[in-house]
């Protein structure tokens, strides 16, 4: 399966963005989709993941009440709502998908996008 990420830019402390995570190549559903971040100089982290129905998803401490994963299978798309942005959400994020169980590590995770720049000033 092949990702595409868009959505990323610059936004002020407290802004919003929404992050898109279009996918194509084979049956999207099945996937559970994270996303990930990387700051500069810093280890690439979890920030959230959703299963293939949606029924679940899971966030990192770090954003839970402030961002929201949540996917449209009939567009194979997954979506990054973030709310309160914060200058230590700047980061590369990326889209990455796996076909096995559920998983925090990104190791478990086979498929990924290009990533988008996010960027909050303060």
């Known amino acids: 399966v092949q990702l595409q990420a868009s959505g990323g830019g610059l936004v002020q402390a407290g802004g919003s963005l929404r992050l898109s995570c279009a996918a194509s190549?084979?049956?999207?559903?099945?996937?559970?989709i994270g996303w990930f971040r990387q700051a500069p100089g810093k280890e690439r982290e979890f920030v959230a993941a959703?299963?293939?129905?949606?029924?679940?998803?899971d966030y990192a401490e770090s954003v839970k009440g402030r961002f929201t994963i949540s996917r449209d299978n009939a567009k194979n798309t997954v979506y990054l709502q973030m709310n309160s942005l914060k200058p230590e959400d700047t980061a590369v994020y990326y889209c990455?998908?796996?076909?096995?169980?559920?998983?925090?590590?990104?190791?478990?995770?086979?498929?990924w996008g290009q990533g988008t720049l996010v960027t909050v000033s303060s």
């Open positions: 190549g084979r049956t999207f559903s099945p996937y559970v």
């Open positions: 959703i299963v293939g129905s949606g029924s679940r998803t």
């Open positions: 990455a998908a796996t076909g096995s169980t559920w998983s925090r590590s990104k190791d478990r995770y086979e498929y």
